[in-house]
């Protein structure tokens, strides 16, 4: 839903406000889908820390693959 909520407001964005420079856009769109995977993973990685250290430590690691996509939007 995010992705298309940008594909759709982003032209319009540009219309109104033409200072803001597309690539902006284009980082937003690309970096949309992986930030809710990492904020899934990252609450998983959440509950199952205190239950199992290395289960939890895991996740983190998948949730921080998700991270290091966003920064290289970025």
């Not at 200072?19 to 937003?28: H, R, S, T, W």
């Not at 939890?56 to 690691?61: F, L, P, Q, S």
């Amino acid at each position: 839903m995010s992705f298309a909520s940008q594909v759709a407001c982003g032209p319009l964005l540009l219309f109104l406000a033409p200072d803001i420079p597309a690539v902006g856009v284009l980082a937003n769109v690309l970096a949309a889908p992986a930030a809710p995977i990492g904020t899934g993973i990252g609450v998983v990685a959440l509950v199952l820390l205190p239950l199992s250290q290395p289960v939890g430590t895991a996740a983190v690691w998948v949730a921080s693959l998700a991270t290091r996509w966003v920064a290289a939007t970025a």
